[in-house]
């Protein structure tokens, strides 16, 4: 495809669209003739046409799916206009029909993306402009309800039907919409949506996958938020009643989610339970609103979807181009935080989760893979290694977390693990402290700033700002200390100026002998060729000359893949003999990935006496 071909597709699509919006307007003045009909002709025309000029393009897509339910829906918008079944061709040109030609455009609009000028066609690139805050409020005042909750299901009927049941029993104390979205089953379940008193029910003729099939659901919602929901979850007592709450306490917050059985991000929350009543019974004494459980994150995981509902149009809701659904939650996390909202965890609501039924089939190819390079080409940051939290900071000594007011983290990369210590301090002390971060590395600047009140770009630790000086309460240092090409003495000098009296600082140090720096080294990694070596004895007598004394020292050990145990089983043999005792001490060696130096700042510098 050229430049020509991509440019002449958006505006014929915006033709297509000016076209729905006429229809619309006679709908709406109750002027819709037979003759307006003939649009939808040249709509099928159109559809056509995209198919064919997109049919042999490399970008994976979905376009020939759901022109393939466009088409179905515009032959029952047909059939019902001459039936004259009104009730039913309003339904169906709203929340099937539009929505789709809506669905449809974002695809075109991806796959052209390198081909056009994104400002020229502001519609079909929602990321362009600035989100306006104010906009999305005034645009939730007058919702038809509070909620709407969105399920998407592709066939596992009986878990649909435990899913639905769980919400229709426990968020009686919300005002909500249901909405029901088939996508494309073929057990049954269009028939039970169907019987389900109430609700919204939307029937994709032909299965379009997660990203699609949410956003359809999505579309259709009239209440003032959204909560989109998996058919692999059970709902429980006040889980939408605690969302509420929480999403409510503070208008910047633009995005919760409660916690699961199972389920990774460290959202995860362990319930004992026999069977599913005896879960719910579980569940209602542990979903009692409590906003110190509630955790910051710049990452989400999407057990519940809620948002604003304004927020998620703007937005364009979910990123088309995920194709399988990997890394979608990444996505929506980045783009409702960069757009200048708070992602909160409601670690005080339990939901249960069997795990996966929705994305079964695409978990059976490469998707995790497919979708982790999808963020890299969008972003340039790695999910998994920029965005992720490290359980470093559950090994930080509680009682270096007390009487902290101010944090200044040093290259923290996207900030995870820097919020998490803040929401860990929230948690033990009822305290935030205030967020300031110094990166060496500027492509972190838009993530960290959506975090940190201030953001400091940084050449060497030897020029750290003043913020003001001898403020900082506690200075955390993700990158290793060997990986600076400062001193130890300049290092440590300029931490001493820049910390209060009885401060803390916690810094690691990467092990020279872990099974990950072998990995490094036998890839001829210049990351380990310019790092330094230290050793215990040398990093804390260097640091107590600047008046910092040694709390503990912690060493970390990572989870690993089965083949990387395995290599560190076969070196220890190898190394040891074969001797148990040598072969357990080469193992924690190899297993230790770095050690997590814990300090507190006495003030008494023994270089400057």
């Given at each position: 495809?050229?430049?020509?071909?991509?440019?002449?597709?958006?505006?014929?699509?915006?033709?297509?669209?000016?076209?729905?919006?006429?229809?619309?307007?006679?709908?709406?003045?109750?002027?819709?003739?037979?003759?307006?009909?003939?649009?939808?002709?040249?709509?099928?025309?159109?559809?056509?046409?995209?198919?064919?000029?997109?049919?042999?393009?490399?970008?994976?897509?979905?376009?020939?799916?759901?022109?393939?339910?466009?088409?179905?829906?515009?032959n029952?918008?047909?059939?019902?206009?001459?039936?004259?079944?009104?009730?039913?061709?309003?339904?169906?040109?709203?929340?099937?029909?539009?929505?789709?030609?809506?669905?449809?455009?974002?695809e075109?609009?991806?796959?052209?993306?390198?081909?056009?000028?994104?400002?020229?066609?502001?519609?079909?690139?929602?990321?362009?402009?600035?989100?306006?805050?104010n906009?999305?409020?005034?645009?939730?005042?007058?919702?038809?309800?509070?909620?709407?909750?969105?399920?998407?299901?592709?066939?596992n009927?009986?878990?649909?039907?435990?899913?639905?049941?769980?919400?229709l029993?426990?968020?009686?104390n919300?005002?909500?919409?249901?909405?029901?979205?088939?996508?494309g089953?073929?057990?049954?379940?269009?028939?039970?949506?169907?019987?389900?008193?109430?609700?919204?029910?939307?029937h994709?003729?032909?299965?379009?996958?997660?990203?699609?099939?949410?956003?359809m659901?999505?579309?259709?919602?009239?209440?003032?938020?959204?909560?989109?929901?998996?058919?692999?979850?059970?709902?429980?007592?006040n889980?939408?009643?605690?969302?509420?709450?929480?999403?409510?306490?503070?208008?910047?917050?633009?995005?919760?989610?409660?916690?699961?059985?199972?389920?990774?991000?460290?959202q995860?929350?362990?319930?004992?339970?026999?069977?599913?009543?005896?879960?719910?019974?579980?569940?209602?004494?542990?979903?009692?609103?409590?906003?110190?459980?509630?955790?910051?994150?710049?990452?989400?995981?999407?057990?519940?979807?809620?948002?604003?509902?304004?927020?998620?149009?703007?937005?364009?809701?979910y990123?088309?181009?995920?194709?399988?659904?990997?890394?979608l939650?990444?996505d929506i996390?980045?783009?409702?935080?960069?757009?200048?909202?708070?992602?909160?965890?409601?670690?005080?609501?339990?939901?249960?989760?069997?795990?996966?039924?929705?994305?079964?089939?695409?978990?059976?190819?490469?998707?995790?893979?497919?979708?982790?390079?999808?963020?890299?080409?969008?972003?340039?940051?790695?999910?998994?290694?920029?965005?992720?939290?490290?359980?470093?900071?559950?090994?930080?000594?509680?009682?270096?977390?007390?009487?902290?007011?101010?944090?200044?983290?040093?290259?923290?990369?996207?900030?995870?693990?820097l919020?998490?210590?803040?929401?860990?301090i929230?948690?033990?002390?009822?305290?935030?402290?205030?967020?300031?971060v110094?990166?060496?590395?500027r492509?972190?600047?838009?993530?960290v700033?959506?975090?940190?009140?201030?953001?400091?770009?940084?050449?060497?630790?030897n020029?750290?700002?003043?913020?003001?000086?001898?403020?900082?309460?506690?200075?955390?240092?993700?990158?290793?200390?060997?990986?600076?090409?400062?001193?130890?003495?300049?290092?440590?000098?300029?931490?001493?100026?820049?910390?209060?009296?009885?401060?803390?600082?916690?810094?690691?140090?990467?092990?020279?002998?872990?099974?990950?720096?072998?990995?490094?080294?036998?890839?001829?990694?210049?990351?380990?060729?310019?790092?330094?070596?230290?050793?215990?004895?040398?990093?804390?007598?260097?640091?107590?000359?600047?008046?910092?004394?040694?709390?503990?020292?912690?060493?970390?050990?990572p989870?690993?893949?089965p083949?990387?145990?395995?290599m560190?089983?076969?070196?220890?043999?190898?190394?040891?003999?074969?001797?148990?005792?040598?072969?357990?001490?080469?193992?924690?060696?190899?297993?230790?990935?770095?050690?997590?130096?814990?300090?507190?700042?006495?003030?008494?510098?023994?270089?400057?006496?």
């Open positions: 495809m050229d430049n020509y071909t991509a440019t002449q597709l958006l505006q014929s699509l915006q033709v297509g669209h000016e076209g729905i919006r006429y229809l619309e307007n006679c709908i709406q003045s109750g002027e819709l003739n037979t003759s307006d009909l003939a649009i939808l002709n040249d709509l099928s025309d159109l559809l056509s046409v995209v198919e064919s000029s997109t049919a042999t393009v490399a970008t994976p897509n979905r376009v020939k799916e759901i022109n393939a339910n466009i088409m179905f829906y515009i029952e918008l047909k059939e019902n206009a001459i039936r004259g079944n009104v009730e039913l061709f309003l339904y169906d040109f709203r929340f099937h029909f539009s929505s789709l030609y809506r669905i449809l455009e974002f075109v609009a991806y796959i052209v993306e390198n081909l056009v000028t994104k400002q020229d066609y502001p519609r079909f690139y929602p990321e362009l402009g600035v989100v306006d805050h906009d999305i409020s005034t645009k939730g005042v007058n919702s038809l309800c509070k909620v709407s909750v969105v399920l998407l299901s592709y066939n009927l009986s878990y649909t039907r435990d899913c639905v049941e769980s919400i029993m426990n968020t009686d919300v005002d909500y919409e249901l909405i029901l979205v088939n996508n089953s073929t057990d049954g379940t269009k028939e039970y949506f169907d019987s389900i008193p109430g609700a919204k029910v939307i994709l003729k032909y299965n379009i996958h997660l990203v699609k099939g949410f956003n659901g999505l579309m259709a919602a009239e209440g003032k938020y959204s909560a989109a929901v998996c058919n692999d979850f059970i709902f429980t007592p889980w939408l009643k605690n969302l509420m709450i929480c999403i409510e306490s503070d208008n910047q917050i633009g995005f919760v989610s409660p916690g699961a059985t199972s389920i990774s991000n460290l995860q929350i362990s319930i004992p339970f026999i069977s599913k009543e005896d879960f719910q019974k579980r569940a209602k004494e542990y979903n009692v609103s409590d906003p110190s459980k509630w955790e910051e994150r710049v990452v989400l995981l999407p057990n519940v979807l809620c948002c604003p509902t304004a927020l998620l149009s703007r937005i364009g809701y990123d088309t181009r995920f194709f399988r659904g990997e890394f939650d990444d996390s980045f783009r409702i935080r960069r757009a200048g909202y708070k992602l909160i965890y409601c670690g005080d609501t339990v939901t249960h989760h069997y795990g996966s039924l929705t994305t079964v089939t695409d978990h059976q190819t490469n998707s995790l893979e497919e979708g982790r390079e999808t963020f890299i080409e969008k972003y340039g940051l790695d999910a998994w290694m920029d965005a992720r939290m490290s359980s470093t900071y559950l090994d930080i000594e509680t009682g270096l977390l007390s009487n902290v007011n101010s944090i200044l983290g040093i290259d923290v990369k996207c900030g995870a693990t919020l998490q210590i803040k929401n860990r929230w948690s033990l002390h009822g305290k935030k402290p205030k967020l300031s110094c990166t060496t590395e492509r972190y600047d838009v993530d700033s959506s975090i940190a009140e201030q953001v400091f770009p940084l050449n060497s630790l020029q750290l700002p003043e913020i003001p000086q001898k403020n900082i309460d506690l200075v955390y240092i993700e990158k290793p200390l060997d990986c600076y090409s400062d001193s130890l003495e300049t290092i440590f000098s300029s931490l001493a100026n820049t910390m209060a009296a009885n401060g803390k600082l916690v810094f690691t140090v990467n092990n020279t002998i872990s099974i990950e720096t072998l990995y490094a080294m036998l890839n001829s990694s210049n990351s380990i060729h310019n790092r330094k070596i230290y050793i215990r004895d040398m990093v804390c007598a260097q640091a107590r000359t600047y008046g910092f004394e040694l709390f503990s020292i912690v060493n970390y050990t989870q690993r893949n083949e990387s145990e395995q560190v089983e076969n070196i220890a043999q190898f190394l040891g003999d074969g001797k148990e005792n040598e072969v357990n001490y080469l193992k924690s060696l190899l297993k230790s990935t770095y050690e997590i130096y814990q300090m507190s700042y006495t003030g008494n510098n023994l270089y400057e006496s």
